[in-house]
């Protein structure tokens, strides 16, 4: 297991702590749909992180190819009707170009910053010239609204239950996720990121803001700079 990070429950964790069973269960709400209504139709779609493919398979009923990137080898096994690549983010270089690379799930949170710079530099490197990147950011309140739950419509609480300092910028954060029949938690670190500094690590990678997509931020849209 990495560092700091943790997973309990039901089936296979990978080391960051995430339990494929449990994200073969979450559904992908709202997401699909604001990333097709942020580019082209039909476009090829670079999705790093891709789990189980939670918005993998919702963006190929909707008419794009994916091309799904996730270092685990059970999450991946999950996909189907997309071509799957399993490396680490910060370390891919397919020596392709996309017309869209995905970069979700918080990602760009990761408390380690080398590795932060590496995924974005991945995501600058394989994004085809006229197309974009797609960053998922936390929403204002992440660190500092716990502990806090939602129940979702389907039946099971998510419950982010601490969120504690763990040093040097970086905060620890227990969520927990109670179903009917099972109880998965997840413990991981991550980097709390000001609009402000968000924007400087984008320009440290050659990327830019373009559009915030939707209107707590969460969803942003991003180009190579000129």
């Given amino acids: ?20 069973e449990l994200y073969a269960r979450l559904p992908a709400g709202d997401e699909p749909d604001i990333i097709a209504a942020a580019v082209p139709a039909g476009a090829h779609i670079l999705e790093l992180g891709s789990g189980v493919g939670r918005m993998t398979h919702p963006l ?3 008419g794009f190819t994916v091309t799904a990137v996730d270092e685990s080898a059970d999450m991946l096994a999950r996909i189907r009707g997309a071509r799957t690549i399993r490396s680490t983010i910060e370390s891919l270089d397919l020596g392709e170009k996309f017309d869209v690379v995905m970069l979700a799930s918080f990602l760009v949170h990761t408390g380690d910053e080398e590795v932060r710079g590496g995924m974005l530099r991945t995501c600058a490197r ?9 960053i998922q950011r936390e929403g204002p309140d992440y660190h500092t609204d716990v502990p806090r739950e939602r129940t979702d419509p389907s039946g099971f609480t998510i419950r982010i239950a601490s969120v504690e300092p763990a040093g040097k910028g970086v905060n620890s954060v227990r969520a927990e996720y109670v179903f009917p029949d099972a109880v998965w938690t997840q413990t991981f670190l991550a980097r709390p990121l000001t609009k402000e500094r968000f924007e400087s690590v984008l320009a440290e990678a050659g990327l830019e803001a373009d559009t915030y997509l939707t209107p707590d931020g969460m969803w942003v849209r991003a180009v190579p700079t000129a």
């Fill in 1 to 20: 297991m990495r560092e700091g990070h943790e997973g309990t429950g039901p089936g296979a964790v990978t080391p960051d702590g995430c339990a494929v």
């Fill in 60 to 62: 190929l009923e909707r």
């Fill in 126 to 134: 394989h994004v085809a010239e006229g197309g974009c990147v797609l």
